[in-house]
């Protein structure tokens, strides 16, 4: 497939890139390389390869979700710098 300037020009701007001449022929040729190498990709025989979500055989780490009794309002709060009627009180951020 042959990727033209004009094509990798209208790339750039959708980018908002601004790209000189030699950029344009240097991705313009970066770019056909790719778009090759994609093709041969497509021809590769996968139809005995199983699909997977990963290259290593990993299992999830996380614990169970079991529902348990949760800290009180007064525990939390415990450990706030500052409280305020029940809530953490934190700086103004607007002004």
Known sequence: MII???????????ARIE???????????????VLEFIEKLK???????QPMSHVLDIQNVLRA????????????LKNAP???KGHFRVPKVIE
Do not use: M, Y
């Not at 033209?4 to 959708?14: E, G, I, P, T």
């Not at 979700?65 to 939390?76: C, G, I, T, W, Y």
């Open 19 to 33: 790209l000189n001449q030699e950029e344009l022929n240097l991705f313009s040729g970066q770019l056909e390389s």
């Open 65 to 76: 979700d079991v529902p348990r009794e949760s800290l009180s309002n007064a525990q939390v």
């Open 82 to 84: 500052e409280s305020l």
């Open 4 to 14: 033209s300037k004009d094509d990798v020009q209208k790339v750039a701007n959708l």
């Open 43 to 49: 021809k590769a025989d996968i139809s005995s390869v």
